[in-house]
């Protein structure tokens, strides 16, 4: 992975394509921010609602869904940016990139956009999709190695056309897909809102966020917490979200000191991340977790499992614990020492808040990007 520098070239033009629905100018808005700290462009994505504003030097455009179905609203979605990129051609800003946030549902619309403007294609990779346990909570083995089918197709022939690609872990592109020979590769973590977390008074319980719950590993850590339990009455599992509740409802047994919570706003969460004492993330697959950075930019103690890009964002006993994928006795065994242990818990916290301030900040990510952009540029040119 090449050292980020910092831009000494006029920079692009920015566009991104980031994947629908948005439920809510919260998902979206802060990211427009972030890159408006650094670069003037626009970011679309499609939703509920219509946008269409500035944010410092971003435009920000949330094409309104007005039909029902995901393909007519996706259809809608293409046909306005594809406008936008008429427009932009004729305007002329300069050195255009243009980002797909993910290769699947803006892959192929990011490409076409770049061609048509004569701009550089960016394929984001923001998932581990080479993994079968992607999949984990799809109970058919025949639709889980068909979905995987399906997204190695669509993700080879998007990266096979892109002119650069960002990975969040080395390995990601394993058993996924190709770029073409002459793509550039740069791998670095996924933009977290950071600035929104906080360091507050530690509480008794363990907290995980995310869903679906069986790739998040949410069954696997109600093993470990419920074999120690009884050891520690006045601990507390806590687990929010979307759709978590019905799912381990249907799995597990209630227990009085577990809670399951539905998925809630950010804004709202990182009151849950300060309180806590211990973020737990045993994930049978994560490309990296952005709930891990926003815990450790919050001080906290944090557990995941050693698996994709996790051991890009925790070192083991060094700014957090990590254990093996799907074990649920080593798990147990790592919460029961942090439990007992609150200055190890400390130790650990204050090594992570010291790494998001170095590692994971606004700047880093835009230093980044900055020097992928340059080096983009600078292949293209032949220098």
């Known amino acids: 992975m ?18 629908g629905p948005s439920h809510s100018l919260a998902d979206i808005e802060p990211h427009c921010a972030v890159l408006a700290m650094r670069f003037h462009g ?38 306005e940016v594809m406008k936008r990129a008429g427009v932009l051609k004729r305007e002329k800003p300069g050195r255009i990139v243009v980002v797909s946030y993910d290769p699947f549902k803006t892959g192929f619309l990011a490409q076409r956009f770049a061609r048509a403007v004569g701009g550089l294609f960016v394929a984001e990779v923001n998932g581990a999709y080479g993994d079968p346990d992607t999949f984990a909570d799809v109970q058919s083995n025949l639709w889980r190695k068909a979905r995987l089918l399906q997204m190695r197709l669509t993700g080879g022939c998007v990266l096979r056309r892109a002119d650069g690609v960002k990975l969040l872990f080395d390995e990601q592109l394993q058993n996924f897909a190709h770029p073409k020979p002459s793509a550039l590769i740069r791998r670095f973590f996924d933009i977290a809102y950071v600035s929104r977390f906080f360091e507050g008074p530690e509480e008794p319980f363990i907290l ?9 590993g949410a ?41 399951v919570l539905p998925g809630m706003r ?55 614990v990590l254990v093996p994928k799907e074990n649920v006795e080593a798990l147990a065994r790592a919460l029961e020492s942090l439990i007992e242990n609150p200055e190890l818990r400390q130790r650990l916290g204050a090594a992570a808040k010291a790494r998001a301030s170095r590692e994971f900040t606004y700047d880093a990510y835009l230093d980044h990007y900055s020097e992928f952009f340059d080096a983009l540029f600078r292949m293209r040119d032949g220098k």
């Open 42 to 79: 626009e970011l679309w994505t499609y939703g509920g609602y219509d946008a269409d504003f500035a944010v410092g030097n971003m435009k920000l455009r949330v094409v309104g869904q007005r039909v029902r179905g995901r393909l007519t609203s996706y259809l809608a979605f293409w046909r």
């Open 208 to 216: 995980l966020v995310g869903y679906p719950y069986r790739r998040k």
């Open 2 to 19: 090449a050292s980020p520098i910092t831009s000494t070239v006029q920079r692009p033009y920015l566009v991104v394509l980031k994947e």
């Open 266 to 320: 950010q804004t709202e969460l990182v009151d849950w991340v300060a309180r806590c004492s211990i973020v737990a993330q045993p994930s049978r697959s994560e490309a990296m977790g952005r709930i891990l950075i926003e815990a450790a930019a919050a001080g906290k103690c944090r557990i995941g499992a050693s698996v994709n890009g996790i051991p890009t964002v925790i070192s083991n006993d060094v700014d957090g």
């Open 219 to 259: 069954d696997i850590l109600y093993k470990a917490f419920l074999s120690i339990a009884p050891r520690f009455p006045e601990w507390k599992l806590v687990m929010i979200g979307h759709m978590l509740q019905a799912s381990m409802e249907r799995a597990f047994a209630s227990h009085p000191q577990i809670s």
